[in-house]
């Protein structure tokens, strides 16, 4: 499997295409890719975080020493997470818009975000009347404190989950109801009946020690710890998702030969997933970097 793919070859898509890393911007790959492709597009796009309509500046790090001399914080600074607000809403219409032409008709298309974008993520989903069947919210437990103090601790991203199809014609789209309830295992207290999660050895609830195993529906709050060191090996990507919430993504929305497209696959986690869970892929990054680091995960 060739893991870096220079644009040219794009031009005559084949099945060799259906395994591969693609080192270049996202807007000229998606143009060469032909209408319904792929099967399902499961990205993790920029979320606008570093950029504030571009403001270079923060108040409170400016005023409160504490954190910049005391604890050396320094501001996200990513080019390729950094918009004007107006540019940001035309930068998601348009790789939308190729996912809508790229990914077959009623393929499931997932899409991260925090509340920096994911508000206008869904809302121009919904003005295409795509049908959303699902908003997932990962709990990050182990996450990163709110230094302002202004505000809540931001301990949570989302997942929207939609369909390439209108609201009224959606129909028969990829759901394995059923592998996910098996791999969701879950412990019941055999004395409150209360469920927990697989690790707790007592019951949180009355301290009783007995518990049965259960298998349930998944929910859609997925209670899952920020990316492991040992995910990170390779090399670093500040935004890197946990396998086990890509896992639990392609697992239940995706069949084994299916093809996913990821405009902005980063440290190459989707890929990863997709690659041992018998998926095939199209992965696409403009930071070689980047490639470099999914190259090696791939071929780890």
Avoid at 135 to 158: D, G
Avoid at 261 to 280: E, H, Q, W, Y
């Amino acid at each position: 499997m060739k893991n870096l793919l220079p644009i040219k070859i794009l031009k005559n898509f084949t099945e060799s295409a259906n395994c591969n890393l693609i080192c270049n911007d996202a807007f000229k790959v998606l143009a060469e890719i032909p209408d319904n492709y792929a099967d399902h597009c499961v990205t993790d796009p920029p979320y606008n975080i570093s950029g504030n309509n571009l403001k270079k500046e923060i108040g409170w790090l400016k005023s409160n020493k504490y954190w910049s001399e005391n604890k050396n914080f320094k501001k996200i600074e990513e080019n390729w997470d950094r918009f004007a607000n107006d540019d940001y809403e035309k930068f998601t219409n348009i790789w939308l818009n190729e996912v809508f032409r790229i990914v077959k008709p009623n393929g499931n298309i997932i899409v991260f975000g925090s509340y920096h974008n994911i508000y206008k993520i869904g809302n121009f989903l919904q003005t295409r009347n795509k049908k959303i069947i699902n908003s997932i919210v990962w709990y990050k437990r182990n996450a990163f404190p709110n230094i302002t103090q202004r505000m809540l601790c931001e301990s949570t991203e989302h997942i929207i989950w939609a369909v390439n199809e209108s609201a009224d014609k959606a129909k028969n789209w990829v759901f394995n109801y059923k592998v996910l309830k098996e791999n969701n295992v879950l412990k019941e207290c055999e004395k409150c009946h209360r469920t927990r999660d697989i690790n707790h050895k007592y019951c949180p609830y009355c301290g009783h020690s007995v518990f049965k195993i259960k298998k349930l529906q998944m929910r859609n709050v997925w209670d899952v710890p920020m990316t492991p060191i040992s995910e990170k090996i390779d090399g670093k990507h500040p935004a890197q998702k946990p396998i086990e919430i890509l896992k639990r993504i392609v697992v239940g929305g995706t069949k084994r030969g299916d093809i996913i497209i990821d405009p902005f696959s980063g440290s190459g986690t989707t890929a990863v997933v997709a690659k041992n869970l018998d998926r095939k892929f199209i992965a696409i990054d403009n930071k070689k970097e980047y490639c470099k680091i999914a190259q090696k995960r791939l071929n780890g």
